[in-house]
């Protein structure tokens, strides 16, 4: 059986926003401190990146982070973001650049998800038909049509796939139009799903709480993809990564660590 072979959380930030963007009419009125995350995954035929992280410059610059993310107050603060989480800072640990990249493989179009590609130019870029489609509605409130700008060069790909040697894309649709989320086989660890935003928090899963925000408000999709993931790693015998639990996120390896 083909494997990965390393599996690397990447820190790239973090936000404050009120639970029940992530939990279904749960959580009004509470706060949480929510990990931003990218995954760094080698394989056989090279290295794949899921998810890219927030557009440093929005975060730092103090008139474009007005302009992007004083309009989700209060509900959501603006990103947490230093410049060592920017994901050039963290390939240059172990002496990689942008162009060691192989793949970028986007989850989905929010801006805490994309923005970072502005780090990696040149990178091959796959995306979901469906989540471009939606996206480009200009109807989702997350979704920065700047960060769109050159996915007339991405590969747009439509439904499940082989990625590479052990990394598979699971259709996990409902937060977003074309959510995605990664089945990664790793040779000592076992199976990994990185849920993306299919899954916010272990609570999304152990409770079956579909997110806050669904594409739509269609929460009987986005109930549908948790359901789905879970009945994949029961089959597989996979663990179910969340994407946003800072909880879980702390139970991982601190990088440069990874699982394997």
């Not at 796959?126 to 480009?136: M, N, S």
């Not at 899963?205 to 986005?222: K, M, T, Y």
């Amino acid at each position: 059986m083909s494997h990965a072979l390393k599996l690397w959380p990447l820190l790239t930030g973090s936000i404050r926003y009120e639970k029940t963007l992530s939990t279904r009419n749960r959580g009004h009125g509470e706060f949480i401190d929510a990990p931003i995350l990218a995954y760094l995954i080698e394989t056989p035929n090279g290295r794949i990146l899921y998810d890219a992280g927030c557009d440093y410059r929005k975060v730092a610059e103090p008139t474009l982070c007005v302009r992007y993310f004083d309009p989700m107050r209060p509900q959501v603060e603006p990103p947490d973001m230093r410049e060592g989480q920017r994901i050039p800072r963290y390939l240059a640990q172990p002496g990689l650049a942008p162009s060691d990249i192989d793949l970028v493989f986007i989850g989905h179009l929010h801006f805490d998800h994309v923005g970072g590609l502005g780090d990696l130019p040149g990178c091959e870029v796959h995306i979901q038909t469906d989540e471009l489609a939606a996206a480009c509605t200009g109807l989702d409130g997350s979704v920065f049509a700047d960060e769109l700008a050159n996915a007339g060069q991405w590969r747009i790909k439509t439904g499940e796939y082989r990625v590479a040697p052990g990394v598979y894309a699971i259709a996990s649709p409902g937060h977003t139009a074309g959510h995605m989320s990664l089945f990664i086989e790793l040779p000592k660890h076992g199976p990994v799903i990185l849920c993306g935003d299919a899954a916010d928090l272990s609570e999304n899963l152990s409770e079956e709480i579909a997110p806050g925000c669904c594409w739509q408000d269609n929460e009987v999709l986005a109930l549908a993809s948790i359901r789905k993931l879970k009945v994949l790693a029961r089959r597989e015998d996979a663990e179910l990564w969340p994407n946003h639990d800072m909880d879980f996120f702390r139970s991982l390896p601190d990088f440069p660590a990874w699982r394997d």
